[in-house]
């Protein structure tokens, strides 16, 4: 099969490119993404000789570009990861979040259908269900859950979720949907929750913490997430949306402090800073329907897994050092020349 991996040099899509080069080498994967300040090639590096993988750079906004590869390319499926992700860029910058998260989808979607894709699945997030109270601990996402957006970034995520229901219903497309809870693990851009405080805890420089730090994710190793697409793509009921969650409920304070202690730090390095708009309080998947239909279980829990993330972070200092510095930017002038 070829597979398109759209967002391939993102965190998750990385990871996801990795997983499925290294377990299917009779598979082609080719990987797509526009390099923006999020993409890192030099996340790619350990695939890149391998012959069943093909990096391509463009955007899945470009309409023309899209549909010009999909003639060229005849993928037999799509997963897409691009996304513009952060929250707080949503906040001062909504218009990206709909070009690639809303139009970008529609795009590949259209493609998709005109070319034959045998499966488009959509990678989404938890935060299309909103939040959920600190005090009801009993209460988790289900995929029947309504949409109930805080930010413009998970409002861009429901819209995409969304159009690709529509499709489904509307044309036929071969569509499915995963919605994950937050993932952590190795190639996770540094203004991110976890990999900031690790590289901010090693250099002795303060630890931002929104508010009180109670607020509560349901923490996913992006290994088990990449397993968890792999068994959808392949064996998920066309049409239907999919939870992704680890079963591990930390507050914000906690993940915090558990990186401290990990990396014998004190506690003096954490500042609580002003929260954030609408920053939600608590999200908590319930992915009995994947364990149930696909018999998908997590390999990692919270406390083995970020303990290898860590370890991970302190044997790859180079890899994030570039990110901090800018010089994985110019990682692919140095690869693949000015395209």
Not at 98 to 107: A, D, E, M, S
Not at 296 to 319: A, R, S
Request: glycine letters at 8%.
């Amino acid at each position: 099969m070829k597979i398109l991996v759209t967002g391939g040099a993102g965190f998750i899509g990385g990871n996801f490119v990795h997983y499925m080069v290294n377990k299917y080498p009779e598979d082609k994967i080719v990987n797509l993404d526009l390099l923006t300040y999020a993409g890192n090639l030099e996340t790619c590096k350990p695939v890149e000789g391998k012959s069943n993988y093909k990096f391509i750079k463009g955007d899945i906004a470009d309409r023309e570009f899209i549909f010009k590869l999909f003639e060229e390319e005849k993928f037999d499926i799509v997963v897409n990861f691009a996304a513009e992700s952060h929250v707080d860029r949503s906040i001062t910058n909504p218009d990206i979040f709909v070009k690639t998260n809303v139009l970008g989808t529609t795009t590949l979607m259209d493609a998709a259908k005109k070319f034959g894709v045998k499966r488009y699945h959509q990678v989404s997030t938890d935060e299309v269900y909103g939040d959920l109270p600190l005090d009801r601990p009993d209460l988790f996402f289900t995929e029947d859950t309504p949409l109930h957006t805080s930010s413009p970034y998970s409002s861009s995520k429901a819209s995409a979720d969304l159009f690709v229901l529509a499709y489904y219903r509307t044309f036929g497309l071969p569509i499915t949907i995963s919605r994950c809870s937050n993932n952590y693990g190795p190639y996770h851009f540094p203004e991110k929750l976890i990999p900031l405080m690790i590289s901010r805890a090693l250099a002795d420089e303060s630890l931002p913490v929104y508010g009180n730090g109670e607020n509560v994710r349901d923490w996913l190793h992006v290994e088990d997430h990449c397993a968890a697409i792999d068994l959808i793509i392949r064996n998920g009921r066309v049409g239907e949306v999919y939870n992704v969650g680890g079963h591990n409920e930390r507050t914000n304070l906690e993940v915090v402090q558990t990186i401290l202690r990990a990396l014998n730090k004190p506690e003096s390095l954490i500042e609580y800073v002003t929260d954030r708009p609408g920053h939600d309080r608590r999200y908590a998947i319930d992915p009995t329907k994947l364990e149930t239909e696909l018999g998908w279980k997590p390999k990692y829990n919270f406390d083995t897994g970020i303990q290898q993330t860590i370890e991970w972070y302190l044997n790859n200092k180079e890899w994030w050092q570039n990110i901090l510095s800018g010089e994985y930017q110019q990682y692919f002038e140095k690869q693949y020349g000015k395209k």
